[in-house]
T-cell receptor, first 113, second 112 residues
Framework: GAGVSQSPSNKVTEKGKDVELRCDPISGHTALYWYRQSLGQGLEFLIYFQGNSAPDKSGLPSDRFSAERTGGSVSTLTIQRTQQEDSAVYLC???????????FGDGTRLSIL | GQQLNQSPQSMFIQEGEDVSMNCTSSSIFNTWLWYKQDPGEGPVLLIALYKAGELTSNGRLTAQFGITRKDSFLNISASIPSDVGIYFCAGPTNFGNEKLTFGTGTRLTIIP
């Protein structure tokens, strides 16, 4: 598609379950970014990929969070043993090259019961 | 870490009015970005600024990169209903520009 695609658009799960969020960047974009947006707040940077590698994982909130990217395209953000404070909108963005303006998907709204 | 403060937090205006909002930082930024976010959607890039003092327009939107490199302004002229949303400023946290810090947002509401 023309834009960044994220799935699912909404996810409701019970505390303690694992969740996997998917991001399909704009075709040809080598850089991919994950952000988290809590209700009524700005965006919090989590991690970025240059190709398939993530040079800096320090933005991930805890070791329950992990992300991977394969084939230089689709990325998945996994949250293990979810907690209620993980409830937020998880946004993915991509850019043609690292450092160029980032274009966002519509996010996955995650609700932990 | 770097923080971006936006003001005002919210604005209530009538259709046709001009809008002005700003973003200030505790440290220098080399790039300023302005995004708009509609409910249930991701932020959409409006304007990107790369040079101190730069003034850039995109239709009814005009943004300026402050001379001090610690602030930026966004103006919207002759507001219309579709301007409603939350406006975020953002800037790269690091030299490589891959980590963006986002401001707290300005929520724009148009009173009928």
């Amino acid at each position: 598609g023309a834009g960044v695609s994220q799935s699912p658009s909404n996810k409701v799960t019970e505390k303690g379950k694992d969740v996997e969020l998917r991001c399909d960047p704009i075709s040809g974009h080598t850089a991919l970014y994950w952000y988290r947006q809590s209700l009524g707040q700005g965006l919090e940077f989590l991690i970025y990929f240059q190709g398939n590698s993530a040079p800096d994982k320090s933005g991930l909130p805890s070791d329950r969070f992990s992300a991977e990217r394969t084939g230089g395209s689709v990325s998945t953000l996994t949250i293990q043993r979810t907690q209620q404070e993980d409830s937020a909108v998880y946004l993915c963005a991509s850019s043609r090259l690292v450092g160029q303006p980032q274009h966002f998907g519509d996010g996955t709204r995650l609700s932990i019961l | 870490g770097q923080q971006l403060n936006q003001s005002p937090q919210s604005m209530f205006i009538q259709e046709g009015e001009d809008v002005s909002m700003n973003c200030t930082s505790s440290s220098i930024f080399n790039t300023w970005l302005w995004y708009k976010q509609d409910p249930g959607e991701g932020p959409v890039l409006l304007i990107a600024l790369y040079k101190a003092g730069e003034l850039t327009s995109n239709g009814r939107l005009t943004a300026q990169f402050g001379i001090t490199r610690k602030d930026s302004f966004l103006n919207i002229s002759a507001s219309i209903p579709s301007d409603v949303g939350i406006y975020f400023c953002a800037g790269p946290t690091n030299f490589g520009n891959e980590k963006l810090t986002f401001g707290t947002g300005t929520r724009l509401t148009i009173i009928p």
